[in-house]
């Protein structure tokens, strides 16, 4: 049983990210049907307002304060109660970061924030819009410090040289995370809010770019990391089997760490003022921080082989029939890996320099991230919410819950695969992405994207009423399902797994060497950037 204190600080989060994915979600409805043709928004509200409350509302909010309520949890449970000062501080976290994100959800209703979730330069928000963000972020860091201080506690107090591996797990998610805020709230700090202020007339684009995905790719790993502990931990003691290797997860975690943050120009591959030397050099490491994922599908094969087999199956692929698949708690992450195969396929196209000039700021990254953060990620935490939620609040996940989360999650599959599936295609032909409703004068072209977009709507239509079925889920659970123990599932190592180095535990080691590629991978680059740093720009508001 978790300690009701820990329990209230877990729900805390998950309640605002629940709030934050309702809303965010009737954008997302509301913008393919505007870009369909469908309708026209009435009082005045613009599509790129929806837009930038959809994307900030389900990329920031929804899944930051989804992962830390999961983290709480989770290290709650495998390392014990949350000492005194770690919880209280969790608590100082998220009362900055929900006072952040109203703030920011007000200035986006209020249309003073138009400026979409990169909130790329020259756009100018309200300088308010820039101060939230830094009270979501200082908010964050400040939860991240508790989950350390948790940690070198437990540490210190139990003398264990190896610590559990979800808690090990949620240290180095957070320890990225930190890392890679630090660009985020540099060009918060020192380029937008006194751009925005007024204090300075003019903004260096390029810098303020490449602040932003220094951290904006980082930010994709830090959604997709707690969906593999999920997978590395949670799904084993779903199917009966057991973890392929403790040392083979830390080591893909120690990979996500040093290979995840030094290749941000691969967002940049077609922006001028970076030199293609240094663009080459960012997609080699880009594709290393694909090495991970493909160490974690050879996990995941291994687990389901292995437990399969230990239940009798037979044959080359007779394990897949013994899978739990009535089972909401692995069916819904399942459905996640499964989309991840193509999702991920699609990212190394996104990597490669020469595709990257066909698909950049088209559709088709669009459906990229959808697939990716929307499906693989979303249906994963779907997937967690059905047994924490119950876990939380002392009640059960009752077969009907069961069943009608099984229904949810194909629902999902089905409307992501009909929007992200479209968005791919009509991507491929050219529509660009972040642009509302045209037929760009009745050009041919144009005219011819249109049945893709009506596509796009049909499948945004079903993943909208995914929505509302989660909802109910997610409040029946709450609130009403009968009173009872919920297991909070944590697998064991297998016995014939190899024993983990310690020194997958030497923090000093690994945040050096990744503070050392970051380094090498910016310093030149970026002094390039300052030296033949142009004018600048003045701040714009189209909408
Ligand atoms: Fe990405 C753009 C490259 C992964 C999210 N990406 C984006 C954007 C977002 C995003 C949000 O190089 C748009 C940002 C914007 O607004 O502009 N991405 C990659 C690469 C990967 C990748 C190389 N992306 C992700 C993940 C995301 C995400 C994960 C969210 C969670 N992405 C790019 C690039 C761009 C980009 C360019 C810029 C494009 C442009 O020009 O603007 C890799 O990490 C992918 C590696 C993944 C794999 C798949 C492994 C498969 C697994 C499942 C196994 C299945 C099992 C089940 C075990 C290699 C682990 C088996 C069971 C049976 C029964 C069979």
């Known amino acids: 049983m978790i300690d009701k204190r820990d329990a209230n600080l877990s729900l805390a989060f998950l309640t605002v990210s629940f709030i934050a994915l309702f809303i965010g979600a009737i954008a997302g409805l509301l913008q393919t049907f505007v870009r369909s043709g469908a309708v026209e928004l009435p009082l005045s509200i613009?599509?790129?307002?929806?837009?930038?409350?959809?994307?900030?509302?389900?990329?920031?909010?929804?899944?930051?304060?989804?992962?830390?309520?999961?983290?709480?949890?989770?290290?709650?449970k495998?390392?014990?109660?949350?000492?005194?000062?770690?919880?209280?501080?969790?608590?100082?976290?998220?009362?900055?970061?929900?006072?952040?994100?109203?703030?920011?959800?007000?200035?986006?209703?209020?249309?003073?924030?138009?400026?979409?979730?990169?909130?790329?330069a020259p756009l100018q928000a309200s300088p308010w819009f820039y101060i939230a963000l830094v009270h979501v972020v200082v908010g964050s860091w400040l939860c991240a410090f508790s989950m350390w201080n948790q940690y070198y506690i437990w540490k210190s107090r139990t003398k264990n040289k190896l610590s559990p591996l979800f808690s090990y797990m949620a240290v180095m998610t957070m320890t990225l995370w930190f890392v890679a805020t630090l660009g985020l709230a540099a060009t918060v700090l020192l380029q937008f809010i006194p751009w925005s202020i007024g204090w300075v007339d003019k903004i260096d684009i390029l810098i303020s770019r490449t602040l932003f995905w220094y951290?904006?790719?980082?930010?994709?790993?830090?959604?997709?990391?707690?969906?593999?502990m999920c997978w590395y931990v949670v799904i084993p003691k779903i199917i009966g089997g057991k973890i392929f290797s403790d040392a083979l997860a830390r080591l893909s975690f120690v990979l996500f760490l040093l290979f995840s943050i030094p290749v941000g120009f691969h967002h940049q591959l077609l922006e001028p003022?970076?030199?293609?030397?240094?663009?080459?050099?960012?997609?080699?490491?880009?594709?290393?921080?694909?090495?991970?994922?493909?160490?974690?599908?050879?996990?995941?094969?291994?687990?389901?082989?292995?437990?399969?087999?230990?239940?009798?199956?037979?044959?080359?692929?007779?394990?897949?029939?013994v899978l739990p698949w009535r089972d909401v708690r692995f069916f819904a992450p399942m459905m996640g890996m499964l989309i991840f195969i193509p999702a991920g396929a699609g990212g190394i196209i996104n990597a490669s320099h020469q595709l990257n000039q066909v698909i950049h700021n088209t559709l088709w990254v669009t459906g990229h991230f959808h697939l990716t953060v929307a499906s693989t990620v979303a249906l994963t935490f779907f997937g967690i919410c059905y047994w924490l939620i119950p876990y939380l609040t002392g009640r059960t996940l009752t077969p009907r819950m069961n069943k009608l989360g099984i229904i949810q999650t194909i629902m999902w599959t089905i409307g992501m695969a009909i929007m992200s599936g479209a968005m791919h295609i009509v991507g491929l032909f050219g529509a660009p992405r972040r642009t509302s409703y045209t037929t760009y004068a009745d050009h041919s072209l144009a005219v011819d994207w249109i049945p893709y977009q009506i596509a796009m709507a049909v499948g945004g239509t079903i993943l909208f009423l995914a929505i509302i079925l989660l909802m109910y889920i997610v409040w029946f659970l709450a609130f009403k399902a009968p009173k009872g123990l919920m297991d909070f599932p944590v697998g064991e190592v297998e016995e014939s797994a190899v024993s983990t180095p310690v020194i997958l535990e030497n923090w000093k080691l690994w945040v050096g060497i990744c503070a050392m590629l970051i380094l090498i991978a910016y310093t030149i680059p970026f002094g390039h950037m300052i030296e033949h740093a142009p004018p600048g720009s003045s701040g714009y508001k189209f909408w």
């Open 215 to 228: 951290f904006g790719h980082p930010l994709v790993y830090f959604w997709l990391l707690p969906a593999y």
């Open 273 to 321: 003022g970076i030199s293609h030397t240094w663009k080459f050099f960012q997609v080699i490491l880009t594709f290393m921080v694909i090495v991970p994922s493909l160490m974690t599908a050879f996990s995941m094969f291994a687990v389901f082989e292995t437990a399969g087999r230990k239940k009798g199956a037979k044959g080359l692929f007779g394990w897949i029939k």
């Open 46 to 76: 613009g599509y790129y307002q929806l837009l930038t409350a959809h994307g900030v509302l389900l990329a920031l909010i929804f899944t930051t304060f989804f992962i830390l309520g999961f983290l709480y949890a989770g290290i709650s």
């Open 78 to 120: 495998t390392m014990g109660t949350l000492y005194d000062v770690p919880r209280r501080t969790g608590w100082l976290g998220f009362v900055m970061m929900t006072f952040g994100t109203g703030l920011a959800t007000v200035l986006i209703l209020l249309n003073k924030a138009t400026v979409l979730y990169t909130f790329y």
